[in-house]
């Protein structure tokens, strides 16, 4: 069976997993960047400064990120819909319970 991705919505990008998976990326981005390595600009840092410098960049990194996934959702969107191009294609193949 082959299908093809005409068009994504925009807002089930953000009311979905996705944030929480951005942020859950960027709490570990954050811990290596401020917990793990040897950094001389965090160095004087406090444990609790640091703390809260994770958060804000775990925070800020999830809107940015997002923000880039549904502009580049909008850009396919215009594309697709718009100028006509072809979608993302996928071909699936059903296959039983047992196998």
Same mark, same amino acid.
């Given at each position: 069976? !082959? &299908?093809?991705?005409?068009? *994504?919505?925009?807002?089930?990008?953000? /009311?979905?997993?996705?944030?929480? $998976?951005?942020?859950?990326?960027?709490?570990?981005?954050?811990?290596?960047?401020?917990?793990?390595?040897?950094?001389?600009?965090?160095?004087?840092?406090?444990?609790?400064? !640091? &703390?809260?410098?994770?958060? *804000?960049?775990?925070?800020?990194?999830? /809107?940015?990120?997002?923000?880039? $996934?549904?502009?580049?959702?909008?850009?396919?969107?215009?594309?697709?819909?718009?100028?006509?191009?072809?979608?993302?294609?996928?071909?699936?193949?059903?296959?039983?319970?047992?196998?």
């Amino acid at each position: 069976m !082959k &299908l093809e991705v005409k068009g *994504v919505q925009l807002g089930s990008l953000v /009311l979905s997993s996705v944030p929480a $998976v951005l942020f859950f990326l960027g709490i570990l981005g954050g811990a290596i960047t401020f917990f793990v390595v040897d950094n001389p600009q965090v160095a004087y840092m406090g444990f609790g400064q !640091k &703390l809260l410098a994770m958060s *804000v960049f775990s925070l800020l990194y999830m /809107l940015l990120m997002a923000a880039l $996934v549904v502009m580049a959702s909008f850009i396919y969107n215009m594309l697709t819909t718009v100028v006509g191009l072809r979608g993302v294609r996928f071909e699936i193949e059903e296959i039983a319970e047992g196998e």
